[in-house]
């Protein structure tokens, strides 16, 4: 693999290794420490998943993407190989032709399932955060009790829908879960298939 280097660098915790939306010149490998996966999802940061050492990253805009897809930052302090893409690209192009024709159906494939993987992730963490700060309906029927008739009846609808509202949503965290499972163990027999193709590494970016 390091025969590949054009250059190695170290990176400071908490460091940006590559950032989403910048154009991709550079796939890395991961030599020591451990590194974060970021996505800008409604325009916050969310955390979609770690790097180790020995991970390949950064090499998913080679495939059609020109732009980065995601983040990364160093995890504490980290040592990067860089492949140039003309490099990586170069050795790509030595696969067979059936060979390179289903990796890039099967990277463009990952690239969808982590799209939806990580909207997904978004969507049971913000029901959890929902969750964590929900008041508690019934007590605040009680705290009503002594006023009048139309405030208590307004207040017994909303209970009632709130309820309603959270029963839905524990049903519907689950489903998502669920279905975040089923997309993970598919994104992992991709990565497998693509590690058979091509080496190993997470794919990212």
Same mark, same amino acid.
């Given at each position: 693999m390091e025969?590949?280097?054009?250059?190695?660098? $170290?990176? $400071?915790?908490g460091?940006?290794i590559?950032?989403?939306?910048?154009?991709?010149?550079?796939a890395y490998?991961l030599?020591?420490?451990?590194?974060k996966?970021?996505?800008?999802i409604?325009? $916050?940061?969310?955390l979609v998943?770690t790097l180790k050492?020995g991970?390949?990253? +950064?090499?998913?805009?080679?495939?059609?993407?020109?732009?980065?897809t995601?983040?990364v930052?160093a995890? +504490?302090?980290v040592?990067?190989g860089?492949?140039?893409k003309?490099?990586?690209?170069e050795?790509?192009?030595k696969l067979p $032709?059936e060979?390179h024709?289903?990796?890039?159906?099967?990277?463009?494939d990952?690239?969808?399932?982590n799209?939806a993987?990580?909207r997904?992730?978004?969507?049971i963490?913000?029901?959890?955060?929902?969750k964590?700060?929900?008041?508690?309906?019934r007590?605040?029927?009680?705290?009503?009790?002594?006023?009048?008739d139309?405030?208590?009846?307004?207040v017994?609808r909303?209970?009632k829908?709130?309820?309603?509202?959270?029963?839905g949503s524990?049903?519907?965290?689950?489903?998502?879960?669920?279905?975040s499972?089923?997309?993970?163990s598919?994104?992992?027999?991709l990565?497998r298939?693509?590690?058979?193709g091509k080496?190993?590494?997470k794919?990212c970016?």
């Amino acid at each position: 693999m390091e025969q590949f280097f054009s250059r190695t660098e $170290k990176i $400071k915790d908490g460091s940006i290794i590559l950032e989403e939306g910048s154009w991709a010149y550079y796939a890395y490998v991961l030599q020591s420490g451990r590194a974060k996966v970021w996505k800008n999802i409604n325009n $916050k940061p969310v955390l979609v998943g770690t790097l180790k050492e020995g991970d390949i990253f +950064g090499e998913m805009s080679f495939f059609g993407m020109a732009k980065r897809t995601a983040s990364v930052t160093a995890d +504490g302090d980290v040592i990067v190989g860089m492949i140039t893409k003309d490099t990586f690209m170069e050795a790509v192009n030595k696969l067979p $032709k059936e060979a390179h024709v289903k990796l890039d159906k099967m990277t463009q494939d990952l690239l969808y399932l982590n799209d939806a993987y990580n909207r997904l992730t978004n969507c049971i963490r913000e029901i959890s955060d929902i969750k964590g700060r929900m008041i508690d309906p019934r007590l605040f029927e009680k705290e009503v009790e002594n006023m009048p008739d139309l405030l208590r009846e307004v207040v017994g609808r909303a209970s009632k829908r709130f309820i309603s509202a959270i029963d839905g949503s524990i049903k519907l965290m689950a489903q998502l879960e669920e279905a975040s499972r089923t997309i993970d163990s598919l994104s992992t027999t991709l990565i497998r298939n693509v590690e058979t193709g091509k080496g190993h590494g997470k794919q990212c970016c």
